[in-house]
């Protein structure tokens, strides 16, 4: 199948995303996670002629899906380098940043790259093809200390001490490489009461946050937003695991990941941003529906003070 920026991916709480950004004409924007480009071109469609769209992508398919529009520039890079980047383009400060922190649909769709275990493929799970290791490297290189914890934080799985082991005795015979592989060797061992897709899947995530260190890129790209948002300036981001959306949440609370209240000599809070949304947004029975990768979607949305 021939992927179009329409099938790479369909953007979750597009309308919602883009309307917590509260677009300024002539402002300046970033799209940290241009995949299909679905949240960028509705970010461009509010913009007047003096507004300018920054997108992110470290993946070289998304790059095919680069828009061609004066007010839009594709960054092929990691998101956790907006500062850096921003600097290079002599920007100072930004009016709203939007992140879908959602693996593409193109990603578990495509068989090659390893994301899915619907697929056998070698494991491989890299956003970035060009360097890193893969999820076979981890599998076959780690310390079962690290596998167990590997699988216990990322993918919060209950069994992962004896997941690890069996890995670790499996791979003493032969080397890990493919999605069939680490599935024979976790069989009877993942899911219990029918929930064996469920489990497989924390599996899989665990090991491609991993493979891509995605929770020190959030880190990282929330410290730059923060560092880069003007007075009033708008955070848009759309979590779809408890790891990352606990660190989303924390930091528009308190201004850092671990979500520590500083006070001021006076005991007054300092705290970088306001919650717009009190109550967390998700995708309405219908986008739901339609999309099932948006029903564990959650959006966050923070202004800078």
Do not use: C
């Amino acid at each position: 199948m021939i992927k179009t920026a329409e099938t790479y991916h369909v953007p979750v709480l597009l309308r919602e995303s883009v309307d917590g950004l509260a677009i300024k004409p002539d402002g300046v924007y970033i799209d940290t996670t241009f995949g299909g480009g679905g949240h960028s071109r509705e970010i461009l469609s509010r913009l007047g002629k003096k507004g300018h769209l920054f997108s992110f992508d470290q993946d070289a398919d998304a790059e095919r899906n680069s828009i061609d529009d004066d007010r839009f520039t594709f960054v092929r890079s990691n998101f956790r380098y907006i500062k850096n980047w921003m600097r290079y383009y002599d920007i100072e400060q930004v009016d709203g940043l939007l992140a879908d922190l959602g693996v593409s649909s193109h990603h578990f769709d495509d068989e090659t790259r390893g994301f899915s275990f619907r697929y056998e493929a070698p494991l491989d799970m890299r956003m970035n093809k060009r360097a890193g290791k893969t999820a076979a490297d981890i599998l076959n290189e780690a310390e079962e200390s690290q596998l167990a914890d590997i699988l216990y934080i990322y993918g919060e799985l209950k069994n992962a001490r004896r997941i690890a082991s069996a890995i670790v005795k499996g791979r003493a015979t032969q080397r890990i490489e493919t999605t069939a592989d680490l599935i024979k060797l976790t069989d009877g061992l993942i899911g219990f009461n029918g929930n064996e897709k469920k489990e497989m899947a924390k599996l899989f995530q665990a090991l491609r946050i991993e493979v891509n260190h995605e929770m020190d890129a959030l880190r990282e790209m929330l410290n730059g937003a923060r560092d880069l948002l003007s007075p009033g300036g708008r955070l848009s981001v759309i979590t779809y695991h408890s790891l990352e959306d606990r660190m989303v949440k924390n930091f528009i609370k308190a201004g850092n990941a671990e979500g520590k209240v500083h006070q001021d000599f006076f005991g007054r809070t300092e705290a970088p941003f306001k919650t717009i949304n009190n109550k967390v947004i998700t995708p309405s029975a219908d986008e739901q529906a339609q999309n099932p990768r948006s029903r564990s979607a959650k959006l966050r949305i923070g202004e800078r003070v």
